[in-house]
């Protein structure tokens, strides 16, 4: 098993993972950089996209590489592993894209899947309100008709590239039912506010976006009501959860390896700092860690094969245990690391900042629990 996301991309087959590992290589020092600056350079979406890493897993009719569950993840970890910021363009385009194809029509297949795969537009996730951050269905966002169209009216949270998108998905209230619809951007009523100083996903570009009465065409909503949350936004989210999982396996074997080269290399007393008992065992526990997320990443990508609606379970699993393990190899890797760790430019300290975000979104540690407990208790028969 390769220990490291990097070692990874050397024994993978796909050309496009091998793209992967090579982007990540040409952008590790400057992620740092985007860190501080608050931004993911305004090319790097068609920087992605030419390497045909931007909504990889879409069918190639529709522009993509029909990339497997597995090459998906392995591309997501080497991303991840160098800028979570990064990794979570993939992510976010890769979520609108996936609701899309699921759920759209042939005619808004057509339309729109093309222009995601080139980064003609980028796409944002508008779900997140003040009222409704684990609780979705609980959104206030009114979506109603209007004439021969739509009118959408309200205030989004924390969308991820929110900033710079295109595009948003917006999940929002109808008179029947939940539903979700496409806002471009640009749109008369569309006001952003960028989010600065945030703990992690600086580079990010995050916004929260007010919708002030913006007129759509009624062809741009995705499903008919009342499958909004329960079916577009579903999709939206278990393939962010499994991007998500994927980059921190990254993280977490970035931090890995930081920390056992520093150990290896630092030298305290004339005895090199990884003799130390308590450090070898610090590592051997973040090790491991880092190689059961990704077990349990793979596992939930074997799952993913067989097709839309499969390996949810085992996607939560994943991303519960990666995001943990990434938070707790950024946090031991920063302690080994000493004073280079809390640099601003450490590459762990950075991480360890992203992968408490990890921990939050979609779908908190302690929301994850509730629904693996819950099918535990479904498999071996208990009444729920």
Known sequence: MPATAEAAGATGTSPLVAAAAELAATVREAASRWD???RVPPDVPRTLAAAGLLAADLPARYGGRDLAPDGLGEVAAHLGGVCSALRGLLTVQSMVAAALLRWGTRAQRADWLPLLADATLTAGFAATED????????????????GDGLLVTGRKKWVTFGQS????????????????????????GVRREPVTGQLGMRAAGIAHVTLDAVRIPADHRIAPPGAGLSHVAATALDHGRYTVAWGCVGMAEACVADAAAHAAARVQGGVPLSHHQSVG??????????????????????????????????????????????ARAGRDAVQIL????????????????DAKVMEIIE????????HIAEQLLRRFGAVV
């Open 36 to 38: 501080t600056d608050g």
């Open 281 to 326: 065992a610090l590592l051997a526990r973040t090790a491991v860690r880092a190689a059961a997320a990704r077990e349990l990443a793979a596992r939930a990508g074997r799952a993913r094969t067989r097709g839309p609606g499969h390996g949810v379970t085992e996607t939560i699993v994943a991303k519960y245990a990666a995001a943990e393990a990434s």
């Open 338 to 353: 000493g004073a280079a760790g809390i640099a601003p430019d450490s590459r762990a300290g950075r991480h360890y900042r």
């Open 165 to 188: 998108a295109d595009l948003l998905l917006v999940l929002g209230r109808h008179r029947d039912g939940l539903t979700t619809v496409l806002v471009e951007t640009d749109r008369p």
């Open 363 to 370: 779908g908190a540690q302690e929301v994850a629990e509730s």
């Open 131 to 146: 009222g409704a951050g684990s609780a979705l269905g609980e959104v206030a966002t009114v979506i109603e008709e209007s």
